[in-house]
Nanobody, 129 residues
Framework: SHIVESGGGLVQPGGSLKLSCTGS????????VGWIHQAPGKDREGVAC????????YYAPSVQGRFTISRDNTKNTVYLQMDSLKSGDTGFYYC???????????????????????WGQGTQVTVSQ
């Protein structure tokens, strides 16, 4: 069982991208799911998380108001709509499930990357002129 991300690419500053995260042999609707960003040369940072039912969403301050996480449990897929992209958004984006043993089924406080599991291989986003 694993996760597959898609939707990354090259976009100009101010542009938009929509990332997708699909479970393969893994039912994402059993988990809170998050997106984690790793900029070049930096540590991973949780940027968004959505609860099992999709009723609650959480964002890092750096993306609040620009990114929107959503899920379609009928398609076993979680999305990240990225608008008003900036050069600092460049990097790999990983999708992962919140470890229920550490988070009790919720999104982790401060979206701590170490509290996620079932990491995908990542999709690369480059924001550049």
């Amino acid at each position: 069982s694993h996760i597959v991300e898609s939707g990354g690419g090259l976009v100009q500053p101010g542009g938009s991208l929509k990332l997708s995260c699909t479970g393969s042999g893994l039912s994402l609707d059993d988990y809170a799911v998050g997106w984690i960003h790793q900029a070049p040369g930096k540590d991973r940072e949780g940027v968004a998380c959505i609860t099992l039912s999709g009723g609650n969403t959480y964002y890092a301050p750096s993306v609040q108001g620009r990114f929107t996480i959503s899920r379609d449990n009928t398609k076993n897929t979680v999305y990240l709509q990225m608008d008003s992209l900036k050069s600092g958004d460049t990097g790999f984006y990983y999708c992962a499930t919140a470890n229920p043993l550490l988070t009790f089924g919720r999104c982790p406080a401060f979206l701590e990357p170490r509290k996620f599991e079932h990491w995908g291989q990542g999709t690369q986003v480059t924001v550049s002129q």
